[in-house]
């Protein structure tokens, strides 16, 4: 028996992209520790921050079969990763996390036309999504800048844009978190508790 899906695990079940916006990032790992484990399909989750690979080796959080956690250095192994994981998802259904998109541009920082790499990766990744009914997330550390964009929080690179995204805001409040969806003419606020 499936169990029952709240509110937003159905956001994240209909749209193959889903950006994630927050400002702390206990929050974000709260977020995500709690929805993996809703989800029975493959998951693949790359921690570019190390932040849920720490949790994970602390036995703080633990670590579901379905999930495969790549914990992205400068170590040579990405590339074959992403590959493996785009030719996975093309095939079967399953869950992508980026986590997160800053640390992303970290581990490339130096790299010409840097932003155009991330978002190539991300688009390979999206469309071999979609044959499989996939969903991606992405994690990004943001604030919005003075034409309430959001944009990266550490380096003030703008966010991808893209209406077929699906936009959430994370902001904790003691053990719960307040998820809101942004899209244009669908604002709505959910409350989740994180334990």
């Known amino acids: 028996m499936e169990p029952k899906k709240t509110p937003i695990q159905n956001i994240l079940k209909q749209n193959t992209t889903n950006m994630i916006f927050y400002e702390d990032s206990f929050v974000k790992t709260a977020f995500f520790t709690k929805e993996i484990s809703n989800w029975e399909i493959p998951i693949f989750y790359f921690d570019f921050d190390l932040q849920y690979t720490g949790f994970v080796r602390a036995g703080r959080t633990p670590t579901p079969k379905n999930l495969t956690l790549f914990y992205c250095q400068e170590n040579g192994s990405f590339r074959e990763d992403l590959k493996s994981v785009i030719e996975k998802i093309s095939n079967t259904k399953s869950l992508v996390i980026i986590d997160s998109l800053n640390g992303f541009f970290n581990l490339l920082e130096g790299r010409k036309d840097i932003g155009r790499l ?48 699906a936009k959430i805001q994370l902001t904790g409040s003691g053990n719960n978190t307040l998820v809101e969806t942004l899209n244009s003419g669908e604002r709505s606020t959910h409350s989740k508790n994180l334990e």
């Open 118 to 165: 991330i978002n190539s990766f991300l688009m390979l990744l999206v469309s071999s999504a979609k044959h499989t009914k996939s969903t991606v997330m992405v994690g990004i550390l943001s604030r919005l800048n003075d034409e309430n964009k959001p944009i990266l929080y550490n380096t003030g690179r703008r966010v991808i844009e893209n209406a077929q995204f």
